[in-house]
């Protein structure tokens, strides 16, 4: 079968990009507070129109509404799928095209793209939209946990408890995004938190006090004092980072590296690269963060890589080799 499927996407890459697809379903997240508004709907119909593709753009006002959209459109047979926004919402969007053959395009319209520089797709919207017409066809891997997927990661402790705090405030204070989060900090700093967990993976078991666990969709590459980007997404593994009990300074640095997606040297953590692993605390739920979004979810913690569940729309192999 995994012959099958080579055959089937080496097939897909040789294909003239037209004769793949007509049709894309576009979900924006019109509701980022970035100026996602009927103006950027005009500009994206005018740009899929230029490149050959006919376009029906949606500015989703929600999550809900996103993976709605995306729903309906693998239901009704849309040749391709793309997704403008940041992170979360690539998320919102690929939940629903995982596991399947839909082409999934990118759009990288938030302020981190991690997901969209990780492949080298270009960040200018002209270029991106380009590389949906012109682009071949990479399976990639997906995280999962309790069900729900991730693209880049998933994490527990800190960084979940911050980001809870900072959106409470926003809503209820309305205080500005950093301002938030910097109260939030030093909220989540006063609580001096640390989480007991237990680690099973197929190699070995793990329990540990940490206030920080990081789990990435593939191996992060570590780069001086932050973990960077990665150099594939088709490994079919999950890198493990269990933050080592620090001290209160040593906490305060893990709560702004973590915020600012910056985390610490290597030696500061439990490193694990694995295919799936459960994680077991003293909680019946737990927050978990996955790409960004927080929720509640059950525990045990099932974690597991979906080798090649996603078929994404990257720039040809030429353009990337100039881009990495």
Same mark, same amino acid.
């Given at each position: ?54 376009? $029906? ?5 929600? +999550? ?27 998320n919102a969007v690929a939940s629903q095209l995982a596991g ?46 309790? +069900? ?56 070995? $078991? ?17 780069? +001086? ?66 790409? +960004? ?25 030429? $353009? ?5």
């Amino acid at each position: 079968m995994r012959v099958a499927d080579d055959l089937h996407d080496r097939d897909l890459e040789l294909a003239e990009p037209k004769a793949r697809w007509r049709t894309v379903q576009v979900i924006v997240n019109g509701s980022a507070g970035q100026g996602h508004d009927d103006e950027v709907k005009r500009k994206l119909l005018d740009l899929f129109t230029r490149h050959g593709l006919q376009a $029906e753009v949606t500015l989703a006002g929600s +999550g809900e509404e996103m993976i709605a959209t995306a729903r309906r459109a693998r239901e009704e047979g849309t040749d391709a799928v793309v997704a403008g926004g940041g992170d979360g919402t690539i998320n919102a969007v690929a939940s629903q095209l995982a596991g399947t053959r839909i082409p999934f395009g990118v759009l990288p319209l938030g302020t981190l793209n991690h997901f969209a520089k990780d492949l080298g797709i270009p960040l200018d919207l002209e270029q991106a939209v380009r590389t949906v017409a012109e682009g071949r066809l990479k399976a990639v891997d997906v995280g999962e946990v309790n +069900g729900r997927i991730f693209l880049n990661n998933s994490s527990l402790g800190l960084y979940p408890d911050i980001v809870r705090d900072r959106e409470m405030q926003q809503r209820r204070l309305g205080r500005g995004k950093w301002v938030a989060a910097a109260w939030a900090t030093v909220a989540a700093l006063r609580r001096y938190p640390f989480l007991a967990v237990r680690v099973k993976t197929e190699q070995t $078991e793990k329990v540990r006090m940490t206030p920080f666990v990081f789990i990435g969709n593939n191996e992060y590459s570590m780069e +001086g004092l932050s973990i960077g980007m990665r150099n594939t997404l088709d490994d079919g593994q999950l890198s493990l980072y269990i933050a080592q009990r620090p001290g209160r300074l040593g906490l305060l640095r893990f709560a702004l590296r973590a915020l600012f997606g910056r985390l610490a040297q290597a030696r500061d953590f439990d490193v694990l690269l694995v295919e799936n692993m459960e994680i077991e605390t003293q909680h019946a739920r737990l927050r978990v963060a996955t790409d +960004g979004e927080v929720c509640w979810m059950e525990t045990p913690l099932r974690y597991r890589a979906r080798k090649g569940a996603l078929t994404v729309i990257v720039p040809p192999a030429s $353009e990337r080799a100039t881009q990495a």
